[in-house]
């Protein structure tokens, strides 16, 4: 069934279709609750990307023939929930909506290839993925300690992500001992933090803490940290 790229608008049907093997609805102005279309047991893909839709990822337990999956550029929110019952997916599409939390152990998705969910509010450990894997996972939330231990054969996308640490104003005297502690990763060893003041390269340190001791007048200034 191939609805893409229409005006077509309002919530969405829960289809009772049992036969159907594709739903592309992707480019529309669909919105509301994404459907479990509990029912379309033989489904092997949903594209419902490049919509309006809004509430939590829907719970699609039932479709355990889906190969490819996309939700990409919605709206929806909270976690994304277990999917090893879909243990077909080979390509799952997230990318540009408003999830948070942590990734969901993915260990049943043996024959998943790609999992992009970009541009979201992410965190956490990375769960451990099948051999060849790409993952693309840049602007969201993640930290050096995120991807211990590192999988040498999946295919990452990470940088840049979203700032973790707020815009924060210090009014600080000078001579006084001064840090800045990012309160990340300080069980890590061997990272790298690149500071820039004033949109220059300024300093690299090896700890999660930007320290002066003391601070003096030309410390004075605006401060990111890549």
Not at 13 to 22: A, H, I, T, W, Y
Not at 38 to 47: A, D, E, N, S
Not at 155 to 170: E, G, L, R
Request: glycine share 6%.
């Amino acid at each position: 069934l191939y609805l893409q790229y229409n005006l077509l608008s309002d919530t969405f049907p829960n289809f009772n279709l049992s036969g159907l093997g594709s739903l592309i609805a992707n480019n529309n102005y669909f919105s509301g609750n994404i459907p479990d279309f509990k029912k379309c047991t033989f489904l092997g893909t949903l594209h419902l990307h490049n919509n309006y839709f809004t509430g939590e990822f829907p719970n699609l337990d039932s479709l355990t023939r889906l190969i490819n999956l996309s939700l990409r550029n919605n709206q929806l929110t909270g976690n994304i929930p277990d999917l090893n019952k879909l243990n077909r997916l080979n390509q799952i599409w997230l990318g540009k909506n408003n999830l948070v939390g942590n990734l969901p152990n993915l260990s049943g998705l043996t024959n998943l290839e790609l999992l992009e969910f970009r541009d979201n509010k992410l965190s956490g450990r990375i769960p451990m993925l099948a051999p060849g894997a790409t993952l693309i996972m840049d602007y969201n939330q993640f930290t050096f300690s995120d991807f211990l231990p590192f999988q040498p054969s999946v295919n990452y996308k990470y940088a840049p992500q979203k700032s973790f640490y707020p815009d924060t104003a210090f009014n600080i005297e000078v001579g006084s001992n001064f840090e800045i502690d990012l309160k990340i990763d300080s069980s890590n060893s061997g990272n790298v933090y690149h500071w820039i003041k004033d949109n220059q390269t300024w300093r690299t340190e090896r700890i999660n803490k930007l320290i002066f001791n003391p601070i003096n007048s030309n410390d004075y200034g605006r401060y990111t940290v890549t």
